[in-house]
């Protein structure tokens, strides 16, 4: 499956490229992913949330970068769901704002995991996107991801709609939400 | 804390919910001292505006008292004490559409924008109490409300003005004051204004401020019409006379200069047939606005003129006369008030006493006894043109 969409957010190239270059940065907006560590400068660990309770797990490596311009990376190894993405950041006709384009690449393997992976991946994986580099826009231009009574919990995947009823959370709500 | 609800198509109910909370670091929390009910409150009443569920919480307009700030909000912007009236869109101030002043298009407002973004192409920003697609915030018909970027979008009071004064620089008289702007008012315009509602009665006293030669009312309700008449302005009930006829007499066959649709989506008249066609089709859904009123107003505009639209529209028309528009050069602007950009300058307008919000307050009720505002707003009982709510 091939996936792509792009973002306009009003900063500075150099501070767009550098958040995502920090790839631990990523679980901020990205909707399934749970943890990225750094295991060396090109090298990560990649976690994603996935149904049953199991996470799905890989490797990744750059593979190649143009500092300010461009990322890409690809998982290595045995990966759960075999993935590469390009990220690009391009300066924006109005000179202040970079856009920002991403390809993703993953290939959804057989059997009951990867059944459920599809599953769970692929509801409306084009728009799970777009919501990512949404929020992507929100932590950089606004300092976080963006929370409403109806959808107070930010980066909840696949609860953003329906929403609960807009009105205050309660004590417990807040707790679970905390959680999450 | 007291709140009221939507409880379902028709209806809304007062309700004993939890206090809100700070969820973002730029928010605040409101103790709420006035509010009021809207005639864009109506259309999420009557289910126009899809989207809304059984719990949320009503209200755009609402002002009050700073009680907790969050810790991303500077203190020289805000703190616990101030006295603030709160805008209905909420705005980050950082995004492209904030940095050009076009708050209610906010990029990063509404948490909700994916499915703002398949009805509207491009998703708009958060509101209070104005639906999930409006990114499902609550609204200030309450004793409490948590106000999002607070350092961006609250004006503070500091005068001893009266919560009455200044309650209506959240939505209506902004929202008035932008359909007149929008016109380009020259001093030898004539302004019609469909709707004598209390967004149409603020485009009516906004397009004299901008000076406009002449200002015409247009409505169906004799106490409406009355109200505008008292403020100066010419008043043409369209049960009445033909709405065309008369505004070719009063303009001297020319057609009004600039005209401003401050009706929008639920907009009734008495005959046509073309009323009749758009409340079926819009009964069962095949198109979700009654866009009387726009259509009259471009048919009856001056070619050349502009037809500035500030009633709220939800989704999808027809029979929009296109050739009236191409064909005679006409100019139609709109938008959700931008409401940040307007609140100081309106706000020296009050001080200075040239328009006078108070004017169109007809009713003042506790907050519990909303439910009855919103059956004599929408009934048009007991002459009720503005409702001010006290939590
Ligand atoms: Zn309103
Ligand atoms: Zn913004």
Same mark, same amino acid.
Not at chain 2, 337 to 352: D, S, T
């Given at each position: 499956?091939? #996936?792509?969409?792009?973002?306009?957010?009003?900063?500075?190239?150099?501070?767009?490229?550098?958040?995502?270059?920090? #790839?631990?940065?990523?679980?901020?907006?990205?909707?399934? #992913?749970?943890?990225?560590?750094?295991?060396?400068?090109?090298?990560?660990?990649?976690?994603?949330?996935?149904?049953?309770?199991?996470?799905?797990?890989?490797?990744?490596?750059?593979?190649?970068?143009? *500092?300010?311009?461009?990322?890409?990376?690809?998982?290595?190894?045995?990966?759960?769901?075999?993935? @590469?993405?390009?990220?690009?950041?391009? !300066?924006? *006709?109005?000179?202040?704002?970079?856009?920002?384009?991403?390809?993703?690449?993953?290939?959804?393997?057989?059997?009951?995991?990867?059944?459920?992976?599809?599953?769970?991946?692929?509801?409306?994986?084009?728009?799970?996107?777009?919501?990512?580099?949404?929020?992507?826009?929100?932590?950089?231009?606004?300092?976080?991801?963006?929370?409403?009574?109806? @959808? *107070?919990?930010?980066?909840?995947?696949?609860?953003?709609?329906?929403?609960? !009823?807009?009105? *205050? #959370?309660?004590?417990?709500?807040?707790?679970?939400?905390?959680?999450? | 804390?007291?709140?009221?609800?939507?409880?379902?198509?028709?209806?809304?109910?007062?309700?004993? =919910?939890?206090?809100?909370?700070?969820?973002?670091?730029?928010?605040?929390?409101?103790? %709420?001292?006035?509010?009021?009910?809207?005639?864009?409150?109506?259309?999420?009443?009557?289910?126009?505006?899809?989207?809304?569920?059984?719990?949320?919480?009503?209200?755009?307009?609402?002002?009050?008292?700073?009680?907790?700030?969050?810790?991303?909000?500077?203190?020289? $912007?805000?703190?616990?004490?101030?006295?603030?009236?709160?805008?209905?869109?909420?705005?980050?101030?950082?995004?492209?559409?904030?940095?050009?002043?076009?708050?209610?298009?906010?990029?990063?407002?509404?948490?909700?924008?994916?499915?703002?973004?398949?009805?509207?192409?491009?998703?708009?920003?958060?509101?209070?109490?104005? /639906?999930?697609?409006?990114?499902?915030?609550?609204?200030?018909?309450?004793?409490?409300?948590?106000?999002?970027?607070?350092?961006?979008?609250? =004006?503070?009071?500091?005068?001893?003005?009266?919560?009455?004064?200044?309650?209506?620089? /959240?939505?209506?008289?902004?929202?008035?004051?932008?359909?007149?702007?929008?016109?380009?008012?020259?001093?030898?315009?004539?302004?019609?204004?469909?709707?004598?509602?209390?967004?149409?009665?603020?485009?009516?006293?906004?397009?004299?401020?901008?000076?406009?030669?002449?200002?015409?009312?247009?409505?169906?309700?004799?106490?409406?019409?009355?109200?505008?008449?008292?403020?100066?302005?010419?008043?043409?009930?369209?049960?009445?006379?033909?709405?065309?006829?008369?505004?070719?007499? =009063? $303009?001297?066959?020319?057609?009004?200069?600039?005209?401003?649709?401050? +009706?929008?989506?639920?907009?009734?008249?008495? /005959?046509?047939?073309?009323?009749?066609?758009?409340?079926?089709?819009?009964?069962?859904?095949?198109?979700?606005?009654?866009?009387?009123?726009?259509?009259?107003?471009?048919?009856?505009?001056? /070619?050349?003129?502009?037809?500035? +639209?500030?009633?709220?529209?939800?989704?999808?028309?027809?029979?929009?006369?296109?050739?009236?528009?191409?064909?005679?050069?006409?100019?139609?602007?709109?938008?959700?008030?931008?409401?940040?950009?307007?609140?100081?300058?309106? =706000?020296?307008?009050?001080?200075?006493?040239? %328009?006078?919000?108070?004017?169109?307050?007809?009713?003042?009720?506790?907050?519990?006894?909303?439910?009855?505002?919103?059956?004599?707003?929408?009934?048009?009982?007991?002459?009720?043109?503005?409702?001010?709510?006290?939590?």
């Amino acid at each position: 499956m091939e #996936l792509t969409a792009a973002t306009t957010v009003r900063r500075a190239g150099t501070e767009v490229y550098a958040f995502w270059r920090d #790839l631990q940065n990523l679980p901020t907006f990205m909707a399934h #992913l749970e943890q990225v560590r750094a295991t060396g400068d090109r090298t990560s660990h990649w976690v994603a949330g996935a149904p049953f309770g199991r996470d799905v797990e890989w490797d990744a490596e750059i593979v190649d970068e143009v *500092p300010g311009e461009k990322i890409a990376w690809r998982s290595t190894g045995n990966a759960d769901v075999p993935n @590469a993405g390009t990220v690009r950041f391009v !300066p924006a *006709p109005d000179g202040v704002s970079t856009e920002v384009h991403v390809a993703l690449v993953y290939d959804i393997p057989g059997g009951a995991v990867g059944k459920a992976v599809a599953k769970y991946f692929g509801e409306e994986p084009h728009q799970q996107l777009d919501d990512d580099l949404r929020r992507f826009k929100q932590v950089l231009e606004t300092g976080e991801v963006v929370r409403s009574d109806g @959808a *107070p919990w930010g980066k909840r995947a696949r609860k953003e709609f329906p929403q609960r !009823p807009a009105q *205050p #959370l309660s004590d417990a709500e807040l707790a679970e939400g905390a959680g999450q | 804390m007291r709140a009221n609800t939507w409880a379902g198509r028709n209806k809304v109910e007062v309700r004993d =919910l939890p206090d809100p909370k700070i969820l973002n670091k730029r928010d605040a929390i409101v103790g %709420i001292t006035s509010t009021a009910i809207c005639g864009s409150d109506l259309h999420l009443v009557d289910g126009y505006v899809p989207t809304m569920q059984d719990g949320d919480v009503m209200g755009h307009e609402f002002m009050g008292e700073v009680i907790e700030v969050g810790s991303g909000v500077p203190a020289d $912007t805000l703190r616990v004490g101030d006295r603030v009236v709160v805008p209905f869109p909420i705005a980050c101030g950082a995004c492209a559409a904030c940095a050009a002043e076009l708050y209610s298009c906010c990029e990063n407002s509404n948490p909700n924008a994916g499915i703002a973004e398949k009805m509207f192409g491009h998703p708009v920003a958060g509101i209070f109490g104005y /639906s999930h697609l409006t990114g499902g915030f609550a609204g200030g018909q309450a004793q409490y409300a948590r106000v999002p970027f607070a350092d961006v979008g609250p =004006l503070k009071i500091e005068s001893d003005l009266t919560d009455e004064q200044v309650l209506f620089l /959240s939505d209506i008289l902004p929202t008035g004051y932008m359909g007149a702007e929008m016109c380009d008012i020259r001093p030898s315009d004539v302004v019609a204004v469909w709707g004598a509602g209390p967004v149409g009665q603020f485009a009516m006293d906004s397009a004299r401020v901008l000076g406009a030669a002449k200002v015409i009312a247009i409505d169906r309700e004799p106490y409406r019409l009355r109200m505008a008449e008292q403020a100066g302005h010419i008043p043409v009930n369209f049960d009445d006379v033909d709405v065309r006829l008369r505004l070719l007499e =009063l $303009t001297g066959g020319r057609g009004p200069d600039r005209c401003i649709d401050a +009706v929008g989506m639920e907009a009734t008249h008495g /005959s046509a047939h073309i009323a009749a066609y758009d409340r079926i089709k819009q009964a069962v859904r095949s198109e979700t606005e009654r866009p009387h009123a726009l259509r009259q107003a471009i048919m009856s505009c001056r /070619s050349g003129g502009v037809v500035s +639209v500030i009633g709220v529209y939800g989704g999808f028309l027809d029979k929009f006369p296109a050739g009236a528009w191409m064909n005679r050069s006409l100019t139609l602007r709109t938008g959700q008030c931008h409401v940040q950009r307007y609140m100081k300058p309106l =706000l020296r307008r009050i001080e200075r006493g040239e %328009i006078d919000p108070t004017r169109i307050i007809t009713h003042r009720l506790p907050l519990d006894e909303a439910p009855h505002g919103y059956d004599i707003f929408k009934n048009k009982q007991d002459n009720c043109e503005k409702i001010v709510l006290k939590p």
